[in-house]
């Protein structure tokens, strides 16, 4: 499954049309993504990013609130019915 998530722009190094890229925060991992389709996306907005490429500027507090779904879900993940091991049920 892929998702699209927020991210924070640090940088804006290439203001080219097609070539727009830019540094972007995601919670503390900064990856280079394709600005391109966001021309309007300045230093400091939030946008929400798919495989390297921001799709479009969303509000500081919607990405707020996907950052903390997220956190659900990794939470989710620590309740998943783990398969019995060699330890005995419920262990990795």
Same mark, same amino acid.
């Given at each position: 499954?892929?998702?699209?998530?927020?991210?924070?722009?640090?940088?804006?190094?290439?203001?080219?049309?097609?070539?727009?890229?830019?540094?972007?925060?995601?919670?503390?991992?900064?990856?280079?993504? $394709?600005?391109?389709?966001?021309?309007?996306?300045?230093?400091?907005?939030?946008?929400?990013?798919?495989?390297?490429?921001?799709? $479009?500027?969303?509000?500081?507090?919607?990405?707020?609130?996907?950052?903390?779904?997220?956190?659900?879900?990794?939470?989710?993940?620590?309740?998943?019915?783990?398969?019995?091991?060699?330890?005995?049920?419920?262990?990795?």
């Amino acid at each position: 499954m892929c998702l699209a998530i927020p991210g924070r722009i640090l940088t804006i190094a290439d203001d080219g049309e097609l070539t727009r890229r830019g540094r972007v925060d995601f919670g503390g991992i900064v990856k280079e993504v $394709s600005l391109a389709f966001v021309p309007e996306a300045r230093v400091g907005d939030y946008v929400i990013v798919h495989v390297g490429v921001a799709l $479009s500027v969303v509000d500081e507090r919607e990405a707020a609130r996907v950052f903390e779904y997220l956190t659900e879900i990794e939470g989710l993940r620590e309740l998943e019915v783990r398969e019995p091991g060699p330890e005995g049920p419920g262990r990795q």
